[in-house]
């Protein structure tokens, strides 16, 4: 087996919560050693309720496998020498503090590249390092709002809904990943590092796709989306006779006519009304009560299976214990056993299979667990120095570590 693509490459992580531990989590599974820098407190992601392993959130733990911890008080000017010791030893920074908060701390990224060129900075916040609401506090809420995602989401005159994902976040840590792999890949040309700037606003924005489109050339208004499509009447939810909800995406003029003939309404694709898409598009409602009636004759699986023999595309609207069970059969290590630290969980795996490559599977450190392996073997430092930095309030050692 090949070591994993990233290993060699050392993340120095300030993140907390989720934009950010999501971003350093998928260079750990690319084979990076990610060294998680927390507070005394640890990252406050750690303390979400309901459900505990140990001390640790299944909040927390969902997104920080693959990586090391080190509890420093950056407040203190031990700490912050030992900080930027270990960004010394790094390729890449990563932090989503709210602009401003690292030039305080004495972490500057203009300040610590002019030392140290070759190092790439990614800055995650809410808006931006640049923006009119720079200092405004942010969560993914608050950027599927402002976005107008969630005015997209939920049924036709009812309330607006946050997606039940936390897109907010994830979409921003996933382009924090890859403007950091570009930069890694363009360091490797030139030498230079970057310094990236990445908002969890723009990210949101950027997932308007189509639908800000349509407004940018019509001027239309995209309202709920349900479970529609503005453009595709053949491409919604339905609710079968047994009461369970399917989908179908019959996007094509083949799959549509494939389906009326399921369905035992081959007349369906002749009638003017419904002859084109746009024809359907504009008739949808009509069309719509057409079908409604039609599944109402079959259970849920019935169609589902009826309409895959046809080639038509369809699903069971299944719940996260369903979409999970099914993930663990399919074989492809989406639901996979963690043990380390004196724990044994499953959790998501990794959705980057990459042939050959042995990828790493290390349990969500405990606070502070990594710390002496970290200032020994990676900066060098004796028992001494280590208890001095322990005597200055600089670092927290916990008194009882699980060996991994």
Known sequence: MRSPP?????????????????????????????????????????????????????????????????????????????ARKLIAKADIVVENFRPGICARLGLDPAVIRKDQPELIWVSISGFGQVSPWRDRPAYDMIVQALSGVMSLTGEEGR????????????????????????????????????TIDISMLDGQLSMLSYQAQYHLISGTMPGPQGAGHDSIPTYRSFRAGDGREFVVTANTDGMWRSMCNVL???????????????????????????LEQAFLARSAVEWVEALTKEGVPVALIKNVGEAIADAREHGRDMIVPVEGYGRNFEMIGSPMKLE?????????????????????GLLGLDSAEIGALQEAGALLLPHAVKEK
Request: proline share 7%.
């Open 6 to 82: 990233l290993s060699g490459v050392r993340i120095v992580d300030f993140t907390t919560f989720l934009s950010g531990p999501f971003c350093t989590q998928l260079f750990g599974d690319l084979g990076a050693d990610v060294i998680k820098i927390e507070s005394f407190e640890g990252d406050s992601s750690r303390s979400i309720p309901p459900h505990f392993v140990d001390d640790d959130s299944a909040y927390y733990l969902s997104t920080n496998r693959n990586k090391r911890s080190i509890a420093l008080n950056l407040k203190t000017p031990e700490g912050l020498a030992t």
């Open 159 to 194: 309330s607006a809904m946050r997606l039940g994902i936390p897109a907010g976040d994830i979409i921003a840590g996933m382009y924090a990943t890859i403007a950091a792999l570009a930069a890694l890949a363009r360091r490797g040309r030139d030498g230079e590092g970057q």
């Open 264 to 290: 035992g309404l081959p007349e369906l694709p002749e009638l003017p009304e419904f002859a084109t898409q746009g024809l359907r598009l504009a008739n949808r409602e009509l069309l719509w009560s057409k």
């Open 356 to 376: 050959g490559v042995d990828m790493p599977l290390d349990a969500p450190p405990p606070l502070s667990c990594n710390a002496m392996e970290i200032l020994s």
